[in-house]
Every structure is written in structure tokens, then in C-alpha cells.
């Protein structure tokens, strides 16, 4: 029997011992986002309009991944509560032509200095980027997934230290 079920909205979430603040900047500061999960810093213009985008590291390059890895555009920011943007992968040419997704992320701190982060990936009409983004196997296919990334970015506020893949 053939599962014919497409998730096409992903949330994911994590509990991190970290101010909401010290999360948001873990995430929208490049000086932060390139510390943890693939290293390729992101670059934020925190405003309605501005432009968003991961860049790849040296190492990245040399292995052949293109310049920019994911780009797009801020939709909202509430700062440190809420950040949505459009998403586009460029991974494949695939996941280029599927075009812009949609990322949702809310920070809650509830009890003070403990954030609930939830991130929401509305692959709706994107298979190859529902699949990139599913990381069922870090190790072996070179990618982790949300669940990944953001394992990391909670292993990097509480420790210091990003995972070792």
C-alpha cells in the first residue's frame, strides 16, 4: 500500500535554556548563525521588504555548493518574538524551481530565560525542499534537516559548542 499523504506544513520545536534575545540573535545575527549547524552565516535585513540569505562557507564552495545557499525576503519581525520569511533553497535545481516557500518562527519565554522556539516550513507544491529539509539522515546524505539545525542551535546556546558532524 502506497502512502499518498503529503505533509505540506512542518513545525517543528525545541525548548532551549536561553533568554528569547540571546535565541533571536543566535538566529538573525550572521556573528551568531554562522557558529552552529552548517556554519553558513545568514544574513538578515530585519524589516518588511528586507532581504534575506544564507551564504556558503569556503569549504561549501569547494565541494561545489553555490554562492548563496537559501535566499529571500522578510515578511514580519517582531523583535524577539516573531520572524516570518519566504525561503528559497538552492540546492538543487529542483528545489531553485519550486520557488519561495514560507518560515514562520515564534519565541516564547516562559518561565524567564527558558525560550520555546517553534519553526513552521510551509513546503506546500515543494517536494524537493519538504524532502532537503526532512534530514532523515545528517550523516550519510550531508544535510540535517530543521530537527538538525535546530538541535544544534539549542546544543550551541546551552553549551558553547555546536555538535561535531
Not at 540569505?53 to 535566499?71: C, K, N, W, Y
Not at 507544491?125 to 546524505?141: C, F
Amino acid at each position: 500500500m502506497t502512502n499518498t499523504t503529503q505533509t505540506t506544513v512542518r513545525v517543528h520545536r525545541v525548548y532551549i535554556n536561553a533568554p528569547a534575545q540571546k535565541v533571536w540573535d543566535a538566529i538573525t545575527d550572521p556573528e551568531w548563525n554562522g557558529k552552529y549547524a552548517f556554519k553558513a552565516p545568514s544574513e538578515y535585513d530585519l524589516r518588511p521588504g528586507g532581504a534575506y540569505r544564507v551564504v556558503s562557507t569556503p569549504e561549501m564552495l569547494q565541494f561545489g555548493a553555490p554562492p548563496v545557499l537559501v535566499d529571500g525576503e522578510v515578511l514580519e519581525c517582531e523583535v524577539p518574538v516573531r520572524l516570518v520569511q519566504t525561503w528559497r533553497a538552492h540546492f538543487s535545481p529542483e528545489t531553485v524551481a519550486e520557488g519561495f516557500t514560507r518560515l514562520t518562527w515564534e519565541l516564547e519565554e516562559d518561565p524567564p530565560g527558558m525560550t520555546r522556539l517553534t519553526v513552521t516550513h510551509d513546503v506546500e507544491n515543494a517536494p524537493a525542499v519538504a524532502l532537503a529539509t526532512a534530514g532523515d539522515d545528517p550523516i550519510a546524505s550531508g544535510g540535517g534537516g530543521w530537527a538538525w539545525i535546530l538541535s544544534d542551535l539549542k546544543t550551541f546556546l546551552e553549551t558553547g559548542k555546536p555538535a561535531q558532524i
